[in-house]
């Protein structure tokens, strides 16, 4: 269970997003909605450890993450940013064992051990075809699904993403976020930023408006999250509309002209 | 297969390495080297003049060490910084540690100070060139990997300007052509003595290293990413630095400039056995000895007047990277 207490946070002396406090637990998908340069990546590289917080706690399983040395941080918590590759021509298995870090000691190597692990991440995403490709020469979306077998085997119960569907196209935005869904369903702790509020209808268990260095905290946004609240977010005129498909209901926000 | 290449490296390394003490002005056959080596723990009748033990203990045996050591060592301090830096255009200089070493070295031949006084110069001032960038990239806030880039490119052209300055004021007799000659880089003086000198700063580099290759791989990612997947990047990153300094300034303090082999090589290994350091470390260290023990048996074979071996690595370095870029762009 992640908790943020009271944070205050931001970079260069700059304080971006005051007095945050939310929790998310088990199972919960939260996601982050705001406009560009509202303050979404700076609250996520503040949970993950990247920004140090000016005021107020972050606890994972009511422990104080102040303190925690990366290699104990990564074990509970891991992060996708929003960019991400490799300089040099590394191959797909060798990315996904780089999730293992944590688990070595200084002067070993991945282990028999650690390849399983990292094969059975690599089978469970249908990825095995890409296992001895170059990682750098793969598409946008078979890099992304990579990325997310490194964070399997990294075996952290919480994953904090930024823009995890940036720049897939329709079906692999899709298929990243039932991966997603699986994961939540397995009782881990997903916390993203998204363009999509359509996302946090389907999926969001939690949604945070984040704007003028205020968040609000939506429980379960398919039922909460209002034409209201999504006008005032983004400053434009938009329309929820719900769908009445088959057993359950599901909303689409799209703007007005 | 990539442990057959490491395998074939040794080997191959053990082959130039007896080759090369035939090598030179005074021939001798491996078969008498081969009886001149066992000699000294068997025992073997001496068959042969004295002038073949000096030849080979004294001037052979320390140069074809040193050729190795710093060809493994320029190399491995290349290949480090790449990955590191996350970027193949990055050479062991990166930080200034050759322009301080190159400084220290101008400066003591100015004062006229002896071989080891000189040597010591090179050494510290390469390690003070490197912590003088270190030092100032550290209050650059932004980026530090950047940071460490400019402020090494910086530093480094202060200590060049220095040098140029102290060639400028230097004797045009005596002492000019000595330094000019030091900063080509040259391995035609080095004695055993020499050898002990570095053997301890190499050591002390390469092992570290070589220890913690299979992390390297996690240092190459995005800071970001190499951070929250368990990796100190600040600690290793520190590591790398003074490991890679320490192995370059003490190579060029007893051997003056030698250029390129710190781009070249690690550039080769991985084209022959990718980018992962667990293979790529060992390597790209065998593979850069090997080249620059083949290059320097040129070097005193070739002509009649031996060329600097600094003139030679760029000479061969620079269009060999060529074709080594072309040839990766196609692939």
């Known amino acids: 269970m992640l908790e943020v207490k009271g944070l205050d946070c931001g970079y260069?002396?700059?304080?971006?997003?005051?007095?945050?406090?939310?929790?998310?637990?088990?199972?919960?998908?939260?996601?982050?909605?705001?406009?560009n340069g509202v303050g979404k990546s700076t609250l996520i590289k503040t949970i993950v450890g990247l920004l140090i917080p000016y005021k107020g706690?972050?606890?994972?399983?009511?422990?104080?993450?102040?303190?925690?040395?990366?290699?104990?941080?990564?074990?509970?918590?891991?992060?996708?940013?929003?960019?991400?590759?490799?300089?040099?021509?590394?191959?797909?298995?060798?990315?996904v064992l780089m999730g293992r870090t944590s688990y070595l000691g200084l002067g070993s190597s991945p282990s028999k051990e650690d390849r399983d692990i990292a094969m059975e991440?690599?089978?469970?995403l249908k990825i095995t075809h890409l296992k001895d490709k170059i990682y750098s020469r793969l598409s946008g979306g078979e890099r992304q699904l990579v990325k997310i077998a490194q964070i399997l085997v990294q075996q952290a119960r919480i994953i904090v993403m930024d823009e995890p569907t940036n720049n897939l196209d329709f079906a692999n935005q899709t298929i990243m976020l039932n991966h997603l869904k699986k994961c939540i369903d397995m009782s881990m702790t997903i916390i993203m930023a998204t363009h999509f509020p359509d996302q946090a209808f389907l999926y969001g268990t939690k949604a945070l408006l984040i704007k003028d260095g205020n968040v609000t905290e939506i429980e379960n946004p398919n039922e909460n999250l209002t034409e209201t609240y999504l006008r005032d977010l983004y400053d434009i005129d938009l329309k929820v509309i719900s769908l009445g498909l088959s057993d359950i209901s599901r909303k689409v926000c799209l703007p007005v002209f | 297969m990539k442990n057959c290449v490491l395998y074939i490296l040794i080997i191959l390394l053990l082959v130039i390495f007896l080759i090369s003490f035939g090598i030179g002005r005074y021939p001798i056959s491996i078969a008498l080297l081969?009886?001149?080596?066992?000699?000294?723990?068997?025992?073997?009748?001496?068959?042969?003049?004295?002038?073949?033990?000096?030849?080979i203990f004294q001037i052979r045996l320390p140069r074809i060490i040193a050729a190795i050591?710093?060809?493994a060592s320029l190399s491995t301090a290349g290949v480090v910084y790449q990955g590191m830096f996350k970027n193949t255009l990055v050479s062991p200089d990166i930080l200034g540690v050759s322009a301080g070493s190159a400084?220290?070295?101008?400066?003591?031949?100015?004062?006229?100070?002896?071989?080891?006084?000189?040597?010591?110069?090179?050494?510290?001032?390469?390690?003070v060139g490197v912590a003088l960038t270190y030092f100032v990239s550290l209050k650059v806030k932004e980026n530090i990997t950047i940071g460490l880039v400019i402020i090494g490119v910086l530093v480094g052209s202060t200590f060049s300007s220095l040098t140029s300055l102290i060639k400028y004021l230097a004797d045009t007799n005596d002492k000019l052509p000595t330094i000019t000659f030091w900063l080509m880089g040259s391995l035609s003086s080095i004695t055993l003595q020499d050898i002990k000198f570095i053997l301890m700063p190499i050591g002390l580099g390469m092992i570290p290293l070589y220890i913690l290759r299979w992390r390297l791989n996690v240092l190459?990612?995005?800071?970001?990413?190499?951070?929250?997947?368990?990796?100190?990047?600040?600690?290793?990153?520190?590591?790398?630095i003074i490991c890679s300094t320490l192995m370059t300034a003490a190579s060029v303090s007893i051997s003056g400039v030698i250029g390129w082999i710190g781009l070249v090589i690690p550039h080769l290994s991985r084209m022959i056995v990718g980018p992962n350091y667990k293979v790529l470390l060992p390597t790209t260290a065998l593979l850069g000895s090997a080249y620059l023990l083949i290059i320097d048996s040129f070097v005193r074979s070739l002509v009649e007047v031996e060329i600097?071996?600094?003139?030679?690595?760029?000479?061969?370095?620079?269009?060999?990277?060529?074709?080594?870029?072309?040839?990766s762009r196609r692939g």
């Open chain 1, 12 to 35: 260069n002396g700059k304080v971006i997003l005051e007095n945050v406090s939310f929790t998310a637990k088990e199972g919960d998908m939260v996601c982050l909605l705001g406009s």
């Open chain 1, 57 to 95: 706690d972050i606890f994972i399983n009511n422990e104080d993450t102040r303190n925690l040395i990366w290699k104990d941080r990564a074990k509970i918590i891991s992060y996708i940013p929003q960019v991400f590759s490799s300089m040099f021509q590394y191959k797909v298995l060798d990315i």
């Open chain 1, 121 to 124: 991440a690599i089978e469970k």
């Open chain 2, 34 to 55: 081969v009886k001149v080596l066992f000699s000294k723990i068997l025992p073997i009748q001496v068959t042969w003049p004295e002038v073949v033990n000096t030849v």
């Open chain 2, 69 to 71: 050591l710093i060809g």
């Open chain 2, 103 to 127: 400084f220290g070295a101008s400066l003591a031949i100015f004062l006229s100070f002896n071989m080891v006084k000189i040597q010591i110069f090179a050494f510290i001032f390469g390690l």
């Open chain 2, 220 to 240: 190459s990612l995005n800071e970001e990413e190499a951070k929250t997947m368990g990796l100190d990047t600040f600690v290793l990153g520190n590591i790398v």
């Open chain 2, 308 to 327: 600097p071996l600094g003139i030679l690595t760029s000479l061969i370095g620079s269009p060999f990277f060529i074709f080594l870029l072309l040839k």
